[in-house]
């Protein structure tokens, strides 16, 4: 499928990067410098954007549930990340090229390769190769183009198969896959040496000795994990709760590439959502969302080689088991919605579950939001249950209580056999095997205790296996212990939370929005595309550009007091008194993105009255002072839309005379 | 001077300390680790206290001014570092005890044990020796305490002479005066080694291969200068301009202390401010400043070992030359305001100029906001003029022309010798030497051109000394050169921007925000101290509590509406609906600094009336919905005080039965 853009036209990237570039939404970082692949600055229309996103982010999130947002640091001690798994996991597949020594990602490598046969198959069998879609991980590189062989049909089959599943593979079963098919470098022309896994997280040692080696965080997880405990006493101890986090995180990417939806420093937004594991994680607020309508592509689907999307109900995916539970399935509701209010193309938004190999090491199940750009479907959320795995792990290596203590409303009684040792005795008798022969009777098991008190109470002693002292087998007298079944009464219960994580890439989203709000207006004539950013109101870096007809000095006083007004009114302006012709200006602001324009002319400083214009259809409407703010103020608060204005408001033609009326 | 609370009570620190940590304002990053030195994690209204303070450091410097805001990477090559000095000279000089092995700050060390030395001395005298303030530098380390030795009265003022200038010492210098006056590591009784410079940044690589050296970057400035040009552009080449950066930088303290100080990790707000070199660097707004007051204490003051403070209006200091033109003049006045607005206590602030040793390696001149508090007067803004030093040392490596083209209103007209080659001739005449002939011409001052001119029309030739080219001495004849006076017009003028630059660190202004803040109530007659933060309403981590009298089922939907009425007014509210009493609900969010409290009750549910209550003076007054939100939107945007609000509503008192009526 081919990527359009807002307006249906065809799309054509470069314009639109070359653009995005020319008004600084973003630019590479130390470009003077010659650029680093994967690092990316935000100009300031980039930067405004960026943080109205993390500001609608918070109000719909953090501040709608209450989340306890935290800041946490951004070096993490080694220590940490080796107990989440990080250290030893968090890594891609990497090949060499013996003959130049290029370092190339495998699964983006063997992508490729096959991607290269398969179009080189279609055009020896004459099919019109279409434009397939390209994936930000497997961007073309220079070199040999593919040749024009055909392929065996079952040949054709199993490659497409393999490309549908490409995540699902370890690096061994990549390294297979080259050999299998002999995989060559088009760059040289051969094999790679085979896979190897490279750690993405950037490394550095904290303080001035040198052994103390920490990480740049990958996420921003693992700080909101170690306060846990300190959140839930914030929280007062209630359940459930989120906390959330918005930061910069960290991935030495091996050959990042398609611009800023593979860097190596990026703003994320992350939640953990604390949950109780019993009772199915329900979640109390489910019956606002469960209407809201997904479309999901599920993990059956995609491990049977295709990509077919059904669109459902949230109710009904995790009434039918397709989306695990109701606190999952909340979230992924949440995660629509939002992307839904800063402008993303509705049908442009799919949600893909993870298979089992593709998965983070933590989770239990995960669906990513996708969205779909001309380099292909993007993850740009990701949505996992991780289980009791983080929190499990980090008390475990701790010692710290990352749990909850619920206190019953009934309290339960629990009878069961249990041994009780008479240390005065104990100890003495088995000196230093004392430790093995406890462990050993503390791992007997409900029915083997049983059974032992039976013996116990025949023979006045008991027979306990204990590896490693003496022959195997210990031998205990009725003095050293007791064993009997006792009831004890439990008031409170003890469990350790499971998490539900959304988590944004804020950047990827960022340059979505980009896409998806990205057109262009016929031109007067001229050749140049002349690009309009269509963002929502409430997300457009400046709400409203202040143009005076001229740089006559009556204007001056006018401009300041709008500006300070809008600003009174929590509303973003620009002024551009440049001399450039108002429709030059306009046009310079319609690919700023901004929504509206208040024209100041003579008029105006005689009567107060201006011209408001609308981005998108370029239509003014006229009226007084107070009028054109009120409507300003609606328009960027979402209670109205241009339509409206359109109505209540005399229109204003003319002026604008260098732009096409639409 | 001991350092007092907002209400003037003698201030301990332990106390507000234990305070921050228990209502999770800060907490210690990883601590269920261990901790590291030096890094810290904010909890929710930590989070939300820094939150707001950037907030309003975004609206009175970037909006106010129209600044370029960016976003840069905080990963940096080692390329850009090197140029900006970093590498060679963002040091700390530091010393190793060849005892123990403990690596400790030379400056601070000479600090410890000459201050030790002094108060042995007075302990000798028999003078009675006042707890002197604290420097975060200085912390007192476990080890011997200094005996009781009297000093002759020499070395006494010679110590004194040295800790004023402490600041001012390299790194030979404090070696020296270990030497001099042996100086010994209290832990181990022998002298360190002596000092060696350790860089501050962390270092780490970018990418895969490890010859992409990177750090992380210890200031924002440098991805703002590398912009520099395309900023311009964007300002559609207007000056002066300003860019601004809001961002995480690193610095790899030695051993870091004192608390939110001297961390790792740490939130900047930058501002780079481009100015033209030319003209006195005047600013067209210093006007609206000029009669701001500041406390100075200049460079002289303190190289005479003194720390006399003078308070004089910004426009005198600039007027008499103490501070050194307009627009450093203008941002200091600025910075004082800024901080004013946030709750910094006026009496509490000082600036301070850098000594020549002390400053930057790029700076020309520089001012500290000092904030006092019980650690002694901390640096919390920096505001450097850095001339042209980054832009040019860049420009340079790069060749990328960071600098502006200033259209002439008149152009002016340049009479001068120029030497014009005949190429043709030339080359084939000097083959390799011809580079080095053409720069020896080049090089030559206009007198020598003017008689070189004379010589070439008189013996049709010239002879130019070169380097390095046959004997020296180069052999020239007329028909391979002209030199002439010529006229020409130039109608633009090149400079590079000289950069003022406003720096602030937003984790200590936020710690010093929270002493200067902070007091205790008297105790309903318990022991324990009950604090309060007075944060002033807009920076408050949540404006309103909204407590019910009970968990009564009947007080649920009240609770929900006003959290939502609340929000969509733009004002952030908390819910304390636990089992606690009333008065312990308010007490802890005194602690947390939330300015209001609405309390709900039976009557709220039948008539919507709710009691008000001003977390300052406890006092509270009671009205319908309408007029309770009215008060509170006032006194949260800052239009009124809560003795407005008293004046205006009917008082109500009982209730908060366990809160002391002040």
Known sequence: MATTTL?????DRPILDSMLRRRMFYTPSFEIYGGTAGLYDYGPPGCALQANIVDLW?????????????????????DILKTSGHVDKFADWMCKDPKNGEIIRADHFVEEVLEARLKGDKEARGVTVEEKEADPKKKKKKGKAAEAVKLDDAVVEEYESVLAQIDNYNGEELGKLIKKWELKNPTTGVEPLPPVAFNLMFQTTIGPSSNAPGYLRPETAQGQFLNFAKLLEFNQQQMPFASASIGKSFRNEISPRAGLLRVREFLMAEIEHYVDPEGGKKHSRFHEVQDVELVLLNRDTQLAGQTKVEK?????AVADGTVDNETLGYFLARIHLFLNKIGVDQSKIRFRQHMANEMAHYAADCWDAELQTSYGWIECVGCADRSAYDLTVHAKKTGAPLMVRQKLETPISITQWEVELNKKLFGPQFKKDGKAV??????????????????LSQDGKITVEVAGVGNGKVEISKDLLVIEKRTRVE?????????????????????????????????????????VLSFPPTVAPTKVLLVPLSGHESFKPLLKYLSLKLRSLGVSSRVDDSSASIGKRYSRNDELGTPLGITIDFQSVNDKTYTLRDRDSTKQVRADEETILAAIKSLVEGAKVWADIEKELPAFEGQEADLPVR
Not at 7 to 11: I, T
Not at 58 to 78: G, N, Q, Y
Not at 440 to 450: P, V
């Open 491 to 531: 008031n409170t219960r003890e469990y350790t939370p499971n998490v539900i994580e959304p988590s944004f890439g804020i950047g990827r989203i960022l340059y979505c929005l980009f896409e998806h709000n990205y057109w262009t207006r016929a031109s007067d004539g001229g050749d140049e595309a002349r690009c």
């Open 7 to 11: 307006k249906g036209q065809p799309f």
């Open 438 to 455: 406890e462990a050993a009777i503390e791992a007997l098991s409900q029915e083997q205790r049983e059974s032992l008190a039976l013996t």
């Open 58 to 78: 918070r109000k719909h999130f953090v501040l709608e549930e209450d989340m306890l947002e935290v800041d946490c640091t951004s070096l993490t001690p080694a």
């Open 312 to 316: 459902v109900t949230i109710g009904k």
